[in-house]
């Protein structure tokens, strides 16, 4: 199995779309058109599998240093291989060589995936930046079923 996690290039735009419409449709992640993913496209990760896309991530800069993880899915068959916790930590380590303090938060039905990966839980409202920009468009807004997370770094911090 050869196995690569990089950067999201021109010709993954149509696999990364099909992948995100398949969990959208399930209401796990929200539906995201090419052209949204194409505009975007420099945000986003991708773990591809012997010539095949496994799983993405983007990462959405909200400025002030506060970066969320968005559209992390993996395809059925490649879960519990470890890959999205891959796409996770290689975010963190590439924003942790940008900055010396930012935070990271994801708002998810997965919790406990993001605490093994460092992360805590918090309140979602800690993030007005995120409600107002996607949140008002959920169909699930008013009865919001996911939980925050946020993993804080600052550089020569200790706890």
């Not at 449709?25 to 929200?30: A, C, G, R």
């Not at 470890?82 to 940008?98: C, N």
Request: with cysteine; charged share 25%.
């Amino acid at each position: 199995m050869n196995k690569i996690i990089r950067p999201a290039h021109e010709n993954d735009v149509l696999a990364i779309y099909q992948l995100l419409a398949f969990y959208a449709l399930k209401q796990i992640v929200l539906p995201r058109t090419e052209a949204d993913i194409r505009y975007y496209l420099a945000n986003f990760t991708v773990c591809e599998i012997d010539g095949e896309l496994a799983g993405c991530m983007a990462v959405r800069d909200f400025g002030n240093r506060l970066f969320e993880v968005r559209s992390l899915v993996i395809k059925s068959e490649y879960q519990g291989q470890g890959i999205g916790g891959e796409l996770v930590s290689g975010a963190i380590a590439r924003l942790k060589s940008k900055y010396d303090k930012f935070k990271l938060f994801a708002l998810t039905y997965r919790a406990n995936f993001f605490i093994r990966n460092g992360f805590v839980k918090v309140n979602k409202e800690m993030f007005p930046e995120k409600i107002w920009s996607d949140c008002m468009l959920c169909p699930k807004h008013d009865h919001c079923d996911e939980e925050a997370v946020l993993y804080e770094y600052e550089k020569g911090r200790i706890g």
